[in-house]
């Protein structure tokens, strides 16, 4: 069974999700693997990360049958400073604001991914966990130029860890 690794800490109105996760990968291939269109639809999902702070953020994500408007993710870049620091709002159909950071250092020939995920704590806000979870899962994959395993059945395998319900039609 797998281990959650994934972190939520409540206080008031914001829920904080937390991801740390070595990757035998050097920062820079990391990097690019966050900002990169090629590298980003790899893992996470097609679009694109206009490399600047106040640059515009779009990328589909999640499960190919969702709803394409539940999919899609914008918003702009809060913080730009390659290859350590990237942070950018989460702006997606049906759900509050919420700012997406990933935070680089490297570490014994390696990184340390540092993820966070600042939101709501408005109903179904919470979750997240799982579906994170199912994203570093392929992110490594992808660096390590192995078989990206499928979102949504990633995310299946990892809910109950975290205690989460299963998405609606999947």
Do not use: C, K, N
Not at 38 to 57: I, Q
């Amino acid at each position: 069974m797998t281990q959650a690794d994934g972190t939520l800490a409540v206080s008031g109105e914001v829920a904080v999700i937390a991801f740390e996760r070595w990757l035998d990968h050097p920062v820079e291939a990391v990097w690019a693997a966050l900002t990169e269109p090629e590298e980003l639809a790899a893992w996470l999902g097609p679009g694109t990360v206009e490399p600047r702070a106040g640059g515009r953020v779009a990328i589909r994500t999640g499960a190919g049958d969702r709803p394409e408007q539940g999919r899609l993710l914008s918003g702009r870049v809060l913080a730009w400073e390659p290859p350590h620091l990237l942070e950018h709002e989460w702006l997606q159909p049906g759900l509050d604001l919420s700012v997406v950071r990933y935070e680089l250092e490297a570490d014994a020939g390696g990184t340390i991914l540092r993820l966070t995920h600042r939101r709501s704590v408005a109903p179904g806000a919470t979750g997240g966990r799982a579906g994170w979870h199912a994203y570093l899962d392929r992110l490594a994959a992808h660096l390590a130029r192995l078989p990206v395993p499928a979102w949504s059945e990633r995310r299946a395998a990892v809910q109950e860890v975290y205690g989460e319900a299963p998405l609606p039609g999947v």
